[in-house]
């Protein structure tokens, strides 16, 4: 148990699907992230929030919608999205600042069809 | 950016082995931390060390910051301890993000 916590931990959806991923941090961390990691390649940040304000976007496709409505919870709302989006999504959090250590959740294992 | 190189890519070994795993980087760095991820996805901070040595239980870590790597030192290895083991780091000086190796799978046979 590392304090993030993410649902639903599997889900699939199809092409045409509108879905959300949630993640709930309780461990009162100011930075909260988004991650995708891919078969054989490395973990990819998406999105980072600070103080809720989204201080970072990594070039993500506009069917990938982030929202962060306090310090504690963070999502992921999915729209349109395409087989290739097939993934493990991993949420995360860290007091905030360079020298500190960073938490993950379990993941949300992603499957488009 | 800065490149973090991780090796080996693949580990086999048998129960009650040592293994030795490392991390190098291209840059200086102020952040540097190890991870192991379970087989159901689950990414557990291990250690965060940009420079030293630190000890928890069968696992160990060094990071030498002037030479540029990290190495993660597992004894006595049980088959628990099988899954992905990452390296991430962030630069000196930069207020980015933390930037992952392509880890090490490591498989322990009973």
């Known amino acids: 148990e590392t304090g993030v916590t993410q649902t639903p931990r599997h889900l699939v959806m199809g092409m045409t699907n509108k879905k959300s991923l949630k993640c709930e941090q309780h461990?009162?961390?100011?930075?909260m992230y988004w991650y995708k990691q891919s078969a054989k390649k490395p973990l990819e940040l998406m999105f980072v929030?600070?103080?809720?304000?989204?201080?970072e976007n990594n070039s993500v496709p506009s069917r990938f919608s982030p929202e962060c409505p306090n310090s504690s919870h963070l999502f992921l709302h999915l729209h349109t999205l395409q087989p290739e989006d097939s993934a493990l999504y991993l949420c995360?959090?860290?007091?905030?600042?360079?020298?500190?250590?960073?938490?993950f959740g379990e993941g949300s294992w992603l499957t488009v069809v | 950016g800065i490149q973090v190189e991780q090796s080996p890519p693949d580990l086999i070994l048998q129960e009650g082995a040592n293994s030795t795993l490392r991390c190098n980087f291209s840059?200086?760095?102020?952040?540097l931390q190890w991870f192991h991820q379970n087989p159901w996805g689950q990414l557990i901070n291990l250690f965060y060390?940009?420079?030293g040595t630190k000890q928890n239980g069968r696992l160990s870590a060094t990071t030498v910051a002037t030479e540029r790597y990290s190495l993660l030192y597992i004894s006595s290895s049980q088959t628990t301890v099988s899954g992905v083991y990452f390296c991430?780091?962030?630069?000196?000086?930069?207020?980015?993000?933390?930037?992952f190796g392509k880890g090490t799978k490591l498989s322990v046979k009973p």
């Open positions: 461990l009162g961390h100011n930075a």
């Open positions: 929030y600070n103080f809720k304000e989204q201080t």
């Open positions: 060390i940009p420079s």
């Open positions: 991430a780091v962030l630069s000196l000086g930069s207020q980015g993000n933390l930037i």
């Open positions: 840059d200086s760095v102020n952040n």
């Open positions: 995360a959090s860290s007091p905030g600042g360079v020298g500190n250590t960073i938490y």
